[in-house]
Structure formats: structure tokens, C-alpha cells
């Protein structure tokens, strides 16, 4: 064992020796016989699944960028499950890229608390930042650093909303249930639906693991994200929730999931099922209701459709509450998705490079830039580089040519994105793109809630920590987290009771034990300090 931890530390120490001496070797700008430049940038960014992209100087992409912006990329194309720690060692040793992208929030804000990212001036991006409208400034707060600096571009959240409870239409008809509105009316469902099929499952996890259980979380008025927010405001009172998992409510819910469970009606590998798993159970009847996306319900159905089986899935424009009197919670979606790039500390040091690579983003945000990186080009623009277009404007609108597509179902033909090698979308889908793929299933999802009176959601609220604070926040959070999910299961398998004081006050108390008090003040004083200065337009 010795050995072979020796041999790991020898492999290791190559690996960035390697890096290191590659640092200093990067070429940054070329200058053809007229003295023009052309700025070049290592891009890092991660692939998944089985997507595929063309390299080389030569692409459609690369050539129109190079014309119209004097910039080109040399990507470093990275599998989803490596990205992080491989980019993490990039930073480490010293051989970060000039631009990253794919990584969530709190990877950019460690990176940008370590100084190894650019500080962004949003006013050098208009485009940018007119795609978030009159939520422009909201968003840089959200996004923003301790420091108060804007280290990654945020990408613009389309969907207003999306999940929803998803159900057996066929079998609520058949057996007259209308779908609930209220946690008992919905106990009362699940057991009517249990008693005409004992031996099925009633509440079927998906394979999103422990977000199927997010539809209970907004039953008993608690965010959908509570699990990495950990806090929230109350949107009716306004009251400021420190740790919302050790909450009455929450205790309540989980007395409701653990009931569920005991009675067969709550699926018992709710924390475990693979997607897969799922899809069997619809092909086998086995599956009435989940939490799910909106416009998956034409897929359930087409995966219960099978072997001579029919049924139909479809979705719930009622969310489910335990207090009616109170009102409905519902998941709006955030403000901005946190997939957009961020520039590393050299290249902001190298500041004509650095404007000309924000110019380029800055285009990529405007109309023309939005067709261009959702549809390519069209064959007049494409011809210039030997290619085929990629659409065609017809009354005005951009219309995909046959043979090419988007990401939809058993696609045939040519991937946009695989053949020119845009970075697609790369702050927003193009509205018509956006609207064909799944924009009308979720406009129809918001209208039914908006027709509701008294639904709710929780907003999003920019907290802003000091450096102290936020490794204070890191540390606490991770032992807090631990702990909550071994409850969580407890709870709900009843290896522990919910219902029971002593079961109950042992869950606190083991939280306190890895810092749930010192977490409750933290949050509380970072949330007073942040709405005072908020309040007072700083």
C-alpha cells in the first residue's frame, strides 16, 4: 500500500509539473503580414452524454468569429464527471484557461474567493445585461461575490416554470378522483388508488433521487430548493427562515411522508431509483403519480405505451397544500441559470484582450447574436466558408433546413451544434427555438398557477458574506447537510418517528452537536446586515 501511494504521488507530481510547464508556453495573439490581430483564448468547458463537436481553426464557427471578432479558441473538452477536480488542478498549478464555462455558482465564487478569477463590469456588456430586463440588477446582486464583484456571466432562465405533479390521467377517470388540492385530499387519493391496485406503487420516484420528494417539501410551504438554500423568506410574512429542515413544518411533513411510507403508498426506493427503473414501472402499470418536469408527460406516456399496455400521463396545474387557510406554494424558477463563463485573474490582467473577449459575449447576448449561436447560418452567410447553411429566415422567422436540428426527441440528420461547433445558446435560446422545444408546455404550466388565487412562491434574496463568513457557512453546511440526510431517511423509513417528541428532539439535538445554532446566527446576521444595506441602496 506504501508503494502505491508513493507511485499516486510521483503520477501526480507529473501531472503538474506538466501543467505548470505548459503554462508559460500558451501563444495569445497572432499578427498576420497586414499587423491585424487575432486574439487567441484556451477554452475549458465540459461535454456529456455523447455529444460530439468539430476542432481545428477550420470550423464554420471558428472561421465566422475569426472574421467578425479577430478572436479564435483552442478547446479543452472535458467529460461532465472529470470537469471540476480537472479544472480545479488547472487553477492550482497555475494553468487555468482564459475562459471556463459549465461550472455551477459556488464553484465561481470559491474560484473568485481565491483569486484565481477576472472581475466582470457589467456596464461593458449592455446586451448582456438587457436580456434580464428589469431583473438586471437582481441578478448581479444573486450573482455576485462577497465582495460585491461579478466574476461569471449568468445565463438567462427561460422558464418561468416547470414542475408540476404528473399523474395517471386514465386511471384518476376511471376510478372518478379528481386530482387534490389539499395534503389530505391527497392522502385520500393515493389510498383510494392503493386499494384498487394493493401491489403497485402509488407515488413513484423518477430517478431524480432526492428531489422526487420536492412536490412535499412545497405541500408544507417549503422551498423546493431547501436542500442546497437551506434558508428562505416567508412570502407572506416575510419572516426570515434560517434553517428551514428543523422547522415545525418540516417536522410535519415528514410525519406526512413517513405515513405515506408505512402504508405502502410512498415508493420505498424513493432515494435510490435509477431513471431506468422508472420507465419499467411505467411499462408495467406500476407507477400513478411523481414530481416531474411538465413536458415529460408525453415521454411517461410513450414509455407506458408499450407491449399491447395503454395509459395516459399527464400533467397537474394544481400543487398540493397542507394549508389551505394559509395558501399553495409553487416552484418558480430562479432569475438566471449560473452556466454562463467566467474569465480568469491573467486574462483581466491583459486588458485588451480581455475587453476584446467581452465585446464577443456582449454580441452573443444582442438579437443577431442569439440567431447566429441557437441556428448557425444561413447558406448566403455559410457559402463564404465553403459550408451549407444551417436555416433559413422564411416571413421573418428562422426555420431549421431538413436535414439539420436541435435537441429533440430521435433527432435525424445534422446537430447544429455538432457540425458548425457554436457554442449554442450561449446565454439564451432564440425565443422561436426556445417556444418549439418547450416553451408552450411551460407558458400553459404558469397560466394554470397564475389562474390560482392565493399561490405563492419563495423569491430568491442575495445574501452577502464576508470572506470570514463564507468559510464559516462552508463548514457548517457540509456537517449540517450530513446529518440532515441521514435523518431524512430515518424519518421517513421510521427507523426514527417524526411523530415521536423524543425521536424528534434527538434529530435537534444532533444537529446542534455539528452546528445548527451557530449556522441559525450566521444566516441570521448575514440576512439583517444584507436587507439593511439592500434597503438602503447599496
Excluded at 5 to 12: C, E, G, K, P, T
Excluded at 42 to 54: L, R
Aim: with cysteine.
Amino acid at each position: 500500500m506504501k508503494i502505491k501511494r508513493i507511485i499516486s504521488a510521483v503520477l501526480a507530481l507529473s501531472v503538474v509539473a506538466s501543467l505548470s510547464a505548459a503554462c508559460g508556453k500558451r501563444k495569445t495573439v497572432e499578427i498576420d503580414e497586414n499587423g491585424n490581430k487575432t486574439y487567441i483564448y484556451t477554452f475549458n468547458m465540459y461535454t456529456q452524454d455523447d455529444n460530439e463537436y468539430p476542432e481545428g481553426e477550420n470550423t464554420v464557427y471558428n472561421q465566422f468569429i475569426k472574421d467578425k471578432f479577430h478572436i479564435k479558441f483552442e478547446y479543452d473538452r472535458i467529460p461532465r464527471t472529470d470537469w471540476e477536480t480537472k479544472t480545479n488542478t488547472y487553477f492550482a498549478v497555475g494553468s487555468e484557461p482564459d475562459i471556463t464555462i459549465g461550472g455551477k455558482e459556488p464553484n465561481y465564487k470559491s474560484w473568485a474567493k481565491d483569486m484565481y478569477l477576472a472581475p466582470i463590469d457589467p456596464d461593458k456588456l449592455p446586451n448582456w445585461k438587457a436580456l434580464f430586463g428589469e431583473n438586471a440588477d437582481k441578478v448581479i446582486q444573486l450573482a455576485s461575490s462577497s465582495d460585491g464583484n461579478l466574476y461569471y456571466l449568468p445565463t438567462v432562465r427561460q422558464e418561468k416554470t416547470q414542475m408540476c405533479w404528473v399523474y395517471r390521467e386514465d386511471v384518476f377517470e376511471e376510478m372518478g378522483l379528481d386530482f387534490p388540492q389539499t395534503a389530505d385530499e391527497f392522502y385520500d387519493v393515493c389510498k383510494k388508488i392503493k386499494e384498487k391496485y394493493p401491489d403497485k406503487v402509488i407515488i413513484s420516484s423518477n430517478g431524480q433521487k432526492m428531489s422526487s420528494l420536492t412536490g412535499f417539501f412545497q405541500m408544507f410551504w417549503i422551498p423546493e430548493l431547501i436542500l442546497s438554500n437551506q434558508s428562505c423568506v416567508d412570502p407572506i410574512t416575510g419572516e426570515f427562515v434560517p434553517y428551514a429542515m428543523t422547522t415545525d413544518n418540516a417536522r410535519e411533513m415528514y410525519k406526512y411522508i413517513n405515513k405515506l411510507y408505512k402504508e405502502g403508498i410512498l415508493d420505498k426506493q424513493i432515494l435510490s431509483i435509477e431513471k431506468d427503473t422508472f420507465y419499467q414501472r411505467c411499462a408495467s402499470n406500476n407507477a400513478f403519480l411523481t414530481y416531474n418536469y411538465v413536458y415529460n408527460v408525453d415521454q411517461f406516456t410513450s414509455k407506458t405505451e408499450v407491449n399491447g399496455n395503454t395509459g395516459k400521463w399527464a400533467w397537474s396545474g394544481d400543487m398540493v397544500t397542507a394549508y389551505p387557510d394559509k395558501g399553495t406554494i409553487f416552484k418558480k424558477d430562479p432569475s438566471y441559470s449560473n452556466w454562463g463563463p467566467a474569465f480568469s485573474a491573467k486574462l483581466g490582467k491583459d486588458q485588451e484582450r480581455y475587453d476584446a473577449i467581452l465585446a464577443y459575449y456582449d454580441w452573443c447576448a444582442s438579437p443577431e447574436g442569439q440567431l447566429f449561436t441557437t441556428y448557425g447560418l444561413t447558406d448566403e452567410e455559410a457559402a463564404k466558408y465553403g459550408a451549407e447553411g444551417s436555416y433559413e429566415m422564411i416571413n421573418g422567422q428562422p426555420e431549421v433546413k431538413e436535414g439539420w436540428y436541435h435537441d429533440v426527441t430521435n433527432p435525424k440528420g445534422n446537430k447544429i451544434n455538432k457540425v458548425y461547433g457554436t457554442l449554442a445558446n450561449t446565454f439564451i435560446k432564440h425565443p422561436k427555438q426556445f417556444q418549439e422545444v418547450r416553451g408552450n408546455e411551460i407558458d400553459k404550466l404558469w397560466d394554470a398557477f397564475m389562474a390560482h388565487d392565493n399561490y405563492y412562491y419563495f423569491d430568491e434574496f442575495a445574501m452577502r458574506y464576508t470572506d470570514d463568513e463564507e468559510d464559516k457557512y462552508t463548514d457548517l453546511v457540509t456537517a449540517l447537510d450530513s446529518k440532515r440526510d441521514e435523518y431524512m431517511a430515518r424519518f421517513m423509513m421510521g427507523e426514527s418517528d417524526p411523530n415521536s417528541d423524543k425521536d424528534w428532539n434527538q434529530y435537534i439535538s444532533d444537529m446542534k452537536k455539528v452546528g445548527l445554532d451557530k449556522f441559525i446566527a450566521l444566516q441570521t446576521k448575514v440576512y439583517e446586515r444584507t436587507k439593511a444595506e439592500i434597503e438602503a441602496g447599496k
